[in-house]
């Protein structure tokens, strides 16, 4: 069994290991100090942390250090790592981020945890007892809908594109030009997240607070509690069934570092066609995970690599498929049920992803 210290003051930082190590697959037990003797595993602080992080390493008798980074994400940051960390010899990164092709360093380790979390919850798993829950909001939170016919669905697009939290190194220069353009010129045809106090509308709640009720109008139409505004986490599957396609803009628009988080999964999850916006060929790597495409829609903007083009490429494909009537749409949900069926169930079909934590202290031991 692997023994992974986790300080008291390390567990107050707000992400709790035991749900990456309870997925991991690999026993382990938590200890708070090293007592014992050398610890498998000793959790180390956040990069922004990076001084009391050469500290505890220095404090704890340890066999590897590891640094888990499974809820953050921005534009380049594996390579950032790269440059600024000290991640060699028994010092571990392991992060959501997904590829890098400009940094070859193999203590920074790549981990999908966007997918393992959402297969965990929409799946029920059972964490330790104890675990602090992220991004989850009770035992309605994540409920996978049924797919049915095309019949009753009114509108085109659901767009979770939320700009609140636009900053320097994270501009979601994608998100905001494509909120404009929906606002502007296809604003009667779905539903759109990007609350502000200019645009008190634009909510889209999420499903554990009303998860009785499948009337998008109605839950459309419901006053926004001020707690709720950070907890829009998934949208509510009455916006997906009312609907066929998800338009929105990924984690990285930019730079060096791919990863897909639930901005893709949770639409795929829900039954729809995706229309996502991220770094080039992000596409491509979302076909290698097994995921299906629709030959209707046009990704060739994907490969292009300077952004400018590749964003007005992306517009321009936005503006052709809401352009189609609902009619020709509710056709192509038809004839691509069975690829929208084989997406839902790729979630389940496909197992988590894992780290052999034992091959890496193994690997430090030579």
């Known amino acids: 069994m692997l023994t992974v210290l986790a300080t008291a003051d390390y567990m107050k930082i707000g992400c709790d290991p035991k749900m990456f190590f309870d997925l991991n697959g690999q026993p382990y037990c938590i200890v708070e100090d090293d007592r014992d003797g050398p610890v498998d595993v000793l959790l180390t602080y956040p990069w922004y942390r990076r001084t ?25 940051c ?40 959402l297969k ?32 009753n669905k009114t509108k085109i697009f659901v767009a979770p ?18 909120a404009q353009l929906l606002r502007q010129s296809y604003y009667h045809l779905g539903h759109m997240s990007d609350y502000s106090e200019q645009h008190p509308n634009d909510y889209l709640h999420s499903h554990y607070v009303f998860p009785t009720m499948n009337n998008v109008n109605w839950i459309k139409n419901q006053p926004i509690a ?7 986490i998934p949208p509510h599957n009455a916006y997906y069934e009312d609907t066929f396609l998800s338009i929105f803009g990924e984690t990285m628009e930019s730079g060096t570092t791919q990863v897909i988080t639930e901005k893709t999964l949770d639409p795929i999850i829900k039954g729809h066609f995706i229309l996502p916006f ?64 084989a997406n839902q169930v790729w979630m389940w079909r496909r197992d988590y992803d894992r ?5 890496l202290i193994a690997k430090s031991n030579t």
């Open 52 to 76: 009391e992080a050469d500290q505890q390493r220095a404090q704890y008798r340890h066999r590897i250090a590891v640094e888990i980074d499974l809820w953050h994400g921005f534009e380049s």
């Open 78 to 117: 594996i390579a950032w790592y790269n440059q600024s960390g000290s991640y060699h010899s028994n010092n571990y990164m392991i992060t959501v981020a997904g590829t890098d092709s400009t940094v070859n360093n193999p203590n920074i380790v790549p981990l999908e945890f966007s997918f393992n979390r």
């Open 120 to 151: 965990a919850y929409y799946s029920q798993f059972p964490f330790s007892p104890g675990w602090i829950p992220y991004y989850h909001n009770g035992s309605y939170t994540y409920i996978v809908p049924r797919l049915t016919d095309a019949s």
């Open 161 to 178: 594109v939320n700009t609140a939290n636009a900053r320097a190194d994270h501009p979601v220069r994608a998100r905001i030009a494509v």
């Open 226 to 232: 001020s707690t709720q505004i950070f907890y829009g």
């Open 278 to 341: 991220s770094t080039p060929h992000f596409c491509d790597m979302v076909r290698g995970r097994g995921i299906l495409l629709p030959d209707f829609v046009d990704y060739s903007y994907d490969a292009i690599e300077d952004f400018d083009q590749r964003l007005a490429s992306w517009l321009t494909e936005v503006r052709r498929l809401l352009s189609m009537p609902i009619d020709h749409w509710r056709e192509l949900y038809k004839k691509n049920f069975d690829l929208l069926y």
């Open 355 to 359: 780290i052999d934590l034992q091959a």
